[in-house]
């Protein structure tokens, strides 16, 4: 079964410093990942996702995450936060491997990103 | 290009009463459809989704069921709500195949009093 965890339910980091909001995932075979991105009472929004290729995507927004296979991590980061990036940050996976209700995306708990003027 | 709507935006609505939100995809055809519930402004939870007209698959049993009426057109209900109903309903359609992401519509907040 394919699981993705966000160890971190919190992060504050200060305007203009650099931004990371970790993800790590767990599948049986190559993980499609993707970064999603909720403002208060709002839908999500896609930021962006990997699927095969260079291990660093770009994204939305300014934001860019770096697959790495050996950690099983698929971390988002940001060179310059901004006080409108703060939001609930969500990691999300897929196994293209399996079959049926399996294949559909799996979650993080989220992460709360609070950047401070 | 494609939009998703949801409707209503809130709801409030007792304890035992009907319960039917709507949800539609337009700019697109064959879409995935889903059914997700946020609870307290965190994780999510897929209730159903859709590869087809009439096409249903459930992934927790509960007091809501979905359907799909139209292509573009996905349909929770629930014949009586309970207190533990109330969250943050959201509706995601994606293109056909694995590697596509998920867009979310706007979502309903449901208050079951």
């Known amino acids: 079964a394919q699981s993705v965890a966000q160890p971190e339910d919190q992060v504050n980091v200060a305007e203009g410093n650099p931004l990371t909001v970790k993800c790590t995932y767990s599948?049986?075979?190559?993980?499609?990942l993707f970064w999603y991105v909720q403002y208060p009472n709002r839908g999500l929004q896609f930021l962006l996702k990997y699927i095969t290729g260079d291990n660093l995507v770009k994204g939305s927004y300014g934001f860019e995450a770096e697959f790495n296979k050996s950690q099983t991590s698929f971390h988002l980061k940001k060179p310059s936060a901004l006080v409108s990036d703060s939001a609930l940050y969500f990691c999300?996976?897929?196994?293209?491997?399996?079959?049926?209700?399996?294949?559909?995306?799996?979650f993080g708990s989220g992460t709360q990103l609070t950047v401070l003027p | 290009s494609q939009t998703i709507h949801q409707w209503p935006a809130t709801l409030v609505q007792p304890v035992g009463s009907p319960l039917s939100l709507e949800c539609t995809v337009e700019g697109t055809s064959n879409p995935n459809l889903y059914w997700y519930r946020q609870a307290a402004g965190r994780g999510l939870q897929l209730l159903f989704y859709?590869?087809?007209?009439?096409?249903i698959s459930s992934e927790v049993p509960q007091n809501l069921s979905a359907s799909r009426p139209q292509d573009r057109q996905f349909i929770l209900s629930s014949k009586k709500l309970l207190l533990s109903d109330s969250g943050f309903y959201l509706c995601?359609?994606?293109?056909?195949?694995?590697?596509?992401?998920?867009?979310f519509g706007p979502g309903t907040r449901l208050t079951v009093t």
């Open positions: 995601a359609w994606k293109r056909t195949g694995s590697s596509y992401e998920q867009y």
């Open positions: 999300a996976v897929r196994d293209p491997g399996s079959s049926g209700s399996a294949r559909q995306l799996t």
């Open positions: 859709s590869v087809g007209i009439g096409q």
């Open positions: 599948v049986s075979g190559n993980p499609y």
